[in-house]
């Protein structure tokens, strides 16, 4: 895969919390503004993959292990620990170009890179697909705090409350859309090529079908506790040609959002300008729920999908 790829992400979250700060709230900067990590969208991402049976690197697993005289305990695995769980086992003279094989054969490292300083290897690839922050545009976003009751003590409380059970709380936000800029550049591997790494092609379109897979469904996907109510409910992809020169800005700034009475409104009418670049772009797709959004743009050359179903509206 040669060409360029922009696009945005969106990811609605409904009384749950998308992605949490260390204090348990919603992340924001400083004026208060919520938005999501780009990590918490590729946690999502690589969570889908790793569950359909990809080779994931750089996601959090556990081993159990006894250390002296303490009884086994369950802790994450390093880096390193994680690769030779995948891979084979690493040492100091091991050639850097089999690492690089190695790590290219991740989904994950294909797609975003990595950051690889293990046994005398200082690897850093740059990855094909970078992704912005994802700012709410919902400008009615608030913050519920709910009590919870625990069915048990805090045995190590030395209050008056000592027997009673504890309590917790879980934080929200009622309703948060958060929209994603991402930009992918199979470029950033020529690098690589020129190494004559053994079975790398660089960026593929299977590497690009599977990201695209997993950004129309990895949030919905992850149903844990505080990420149900989170789901994808809209995507773009603008795919350049080949010989294309056009670059272009972090999208996810031409979107608004608004509420209806019984539909919500996402307007990328802002993004009519691409219209000028007809020449330089070989598609454009927009993923969402019309039973649930109607979108807003004038774009002649669109095609529009149903998030869920992938049936063209």
């Not at 990855?127 to 069915?151: H, M, T, W």
């Not at 990328?268 to 039973?291: A, R, T, V």
Request: with cysteine.
């Amino acid at each position: 895969m040669k060409n360029r790829v922009y696009g945005i992400i969106g990811i609605k979250s409904v009384m749950s919390n998308w992605n949490a700060d260390f204090t348990g709230r919603p992340k924001t900067i400083g004026n208060g503004e919520i938005f999501g990590s780009d990590k918490a969208l590729k946690y999502s991402i690589k969570k889908y993959w790793e569950n359909r049976g990809d080779k994931v690197l750089y996601i959090k697993s556990f081993k159990v292990e006894q250390k002296g005289e303490e009884k086994e305990k369950i802790q994450p695995r390093d880096l390193a620990e994680r690769y030779e769980q995948l891979f084979e086992n690493l040492n100091d003279k091991e050639p850097s170009k089999k690492v690089l094989k190695n790590l290219f054969s991740a989904i994950d490292v294909l797609n975003f890179g990595a950051t690889f300083a293990e046994k005398k290897q200082n690897i850093s690839i740059t990855g094909a697909v970078q992704v912005g922050q994802g700012f709410n545009k919902y400008k009615d976003s608030r913050v519920e705090v709910q009590d919870i009751l625990s069915p048990f003590r805090n045995s190590n409380e030395k209050s008056e409350n000592a027997d009673a059970s504890t309590l917790g709380t879980k934080i929200m936000s009622d309703e948060a859309h958060y929209f994603y800029p991402f930009v992918i550049n199979p470029e950033n591997y020529n690098c690589y090529l020129e190494m004559g790494i053994e079975g790398f092609t660089g960026y593929t379109k299977e590497a690009y079908n599977a990201f695209k897979e997993a950004s129309l469904l990895g949030a919905t996907a992850l149903n844990t506790n505080s990420k149900m109510g989170c789901e994808n409910e809209f995507a773009m992809f603008i795919e350049c040609k080949e010989e294309s020169k056009l670059y272009l800005p972090d999208l996810s700034q031409y979107v608004d959002f608004s509420k209806g009475d019984d539909i919500s409104n996402i307007d990328i009418s802002k993004l009519d300008f691409i219209e000028k670049f007809s020449n330089d772009i070989d598609s454009i797709e927009l993923y969402y729920n019309p039973c649930f959004i109607q979108v807003k743009t004038g774009l002649s050359k669109v095609k529009k999908y149903n998030i869920f179903t992938k049936e063209e509206i």
